[in-house]
C-alpha cells in the first residue's frame, strides 16, 4: 500500500510564495508519475501540475504556468511544488497524486491520493 502525505500549506498574501511537499511511503512496485490537483470551494479538482519519475517531463496547467515549479527527489521520495506569486484564486486544498507510468492531467488516471493541504491567499 502506497501513502501520500502533503505537508507546507498555509496563509500567504497575494504576491507571495509557499512550498508544499508531497512524501511517499510503502512499496511501489515500479516507476511512477506524480501530479498535483486542486480544489477550490465550490469547485471541482483540477490539475495543477504533473511530473514524469524521472523528473524531465512535467505539464502545467495554463492558470499556473510561469509561476509555478514541481519537482520531485526520488532519494527522498518526496514531490514539491513551488509556488510564486501567489494570487487569491489559487487558494484551494491541494492534493497530490501517484500513478504508475506517465504523467497525466485526468485525475482519474491516478491511483494514489493524499488527504491534501490547505494553500489560502488573501488580496
Known amino acids: 500500500q502506497v501513502q501520500l502525505v502533503e505537508s507546507g500549506g498555509g496563509l500567504v498574501q497575494a504576491g507571495g510564495s509557499l512550498r508544499v511537499s508531497c512524501a511517499v511511503s510503502?512499496?511501489?512496485?515500479?516507476?511512477?508519475?506524480m501530479g498535483w490537483f486542486r480544489r477550490a470551494p465550490g469547485k471541482e479538482r483540477e490539475f495543477v501540475a504533473a511530473?514524469?519519475?524521472?523528473?524531465?517531463?512535467?505539464d502545467y496547467a495554463d492558470s499556473v504556468k510561469g509561476r509555478f515549479t514541481i519537482s520531485r527527489d526520488n532519494i527522498k521520495n518526496t514531490m514539491y511544488l513551488q509556488m510564486n506569486n501567489l494570487k487569491p484564486e489559487d487558494t484551494a486544498v491541494y492534493y497530490c497524486?501517484?500513478?504508475?507510468?506517465?504523467?497525466?492531467?485526468?485525475?482519474?488516471?491516478?491511483?494514489?491520493w493524499g488527504q491534501g493541504t490547505q494553500v489560502t491567499v488573501s488580496s
Open positions: 497524486t501517484l500513478r504508475y507510468g506517465s504523467p497525466s492531467k485526468r485525475k482519474a488516471d491516478y491511483t494514489y
Open positions: 511530473i514524469s519519475w524521472g523528473g524531465v517531463d512535467t
Open positions: 510503502g512499496r511501489t512496485v515500479s516507476t511512477y508519475a
